[in-house]
């Protein structure tokens, strides 16, 4: 068991994360940033796979240019740094490594919120994944959809999330059986 | 910024969440699992749509049962409690909800694991997912494929990744543009 303080603040800093679109210019501390990737790295996939990589995007160029392909990824335009995650696209694994994505965006964003650096998730749709391998040099049979937009909180950036809300537990919760509250 | 002291203490504890399959039979404390659900309850997700919902099963002849379904989940059978994860079922929006599936696993082993409990995951296939709906009572339309086997682990469990390791960074990262290392 993790001393009382120490539960209380991860259990906080885990309820408080939140997506953050705009940004300060300040670039990412070195460590912040291999420390991201570290967590990242030892997210657990099925059967162990890992069937991902990563593109470290922080050339302002690169970012604006990514930041107006199909999809939803305009933050990256204002991001400190972007990272693009590269799965392995094996069309019989689809469902695993969407859920795989999943999970190791929830990571990376944890660790950056660590730092107290906000992040957002973005999707590239359509046309968007293609250009996106093209301009980066990605083999076009890997599958790049998810985008991260890293950096510190604009000053008075409202984080989505705390003007919506979330469901309240008991509509979301069933005990033992669906229904049963 | 955090404390170094906790920021090094909530890095420390992403890296090492790690999948447990076996148990102690000991009952979950009901604080815990009221925070489990709370932190998977602000999980954020693809428009705010938030399309799950949670069946806590605790009974032990319906983990049994659940266990021997179609798929990997096995460890329900050994685990104090186990979360059915309900997703929407939207067909229009299969990736998505698979996606944002992964982040809510994800954010469930953390917060279990800030309590010091371990857990796996586990997915139903097949008839498994059409059985879990019946025998659970869930309308047919959702999509019922997760299951996360929660509970403190047992004496000498050596959880898989300790075993199996990662890929290293340097194999895995790329600089501004993909095969720069």
Same mark, same amino acid.
């Given at each position: ?16 994360? *939140? ?8 670039? =990412? ?55 693009? =995650? ?47 391998? *093209? ?47």
């Amino acid at each position: 068991m993790p001393s009382e303080e120490r539960l209380q603040d991860r259990l906080a800093w885990l309820r408080r994360l *939140r997506t953050v679109r705009r940004f300060r210019p300040d670039p =990412l501390p070195e460590p912040a940033l291999r420390d991201i990737l570290e967590v990242a790295r030892w997210t657990g996939s099925a059967k162990n796979l890992q069937p991902w990589e990563f593109v470290v995007v922080r050339d302002r160029t690169m970012l604006e240019r990514l930041s107006q392909l199909d999809g939803f990824v305009w933050h990256l335009a204002g991001a400190a740094a972007g990272i693009v =995650l590269v799965m392995a696209g094996d069309p019989q694994r689809r469902a695993q490594e969407t859920f795989d994505e999943g999970r190791l965006s929830e990571r990376i964003q944890l660790a950056a919120w660590a730092y107290g650096i906000g992040s957002s998730i973005g999707w590239l749709v359509g046309d968007g994944q293609t250009e996106a391998k *093209r301009l980066l040099g990605i083999p076009p049979e890997r599958l790049v959809r998810t985008t991260l937009s890293l950096g510190y909180p604009a000053a008075g950036e409202q984080p989505t999330s705390v003007i919506r809300g979330r469901k309240p537990l008991h509509e979301l919760t069933h005990y033992e059986r669906y229904g049963q509250r």
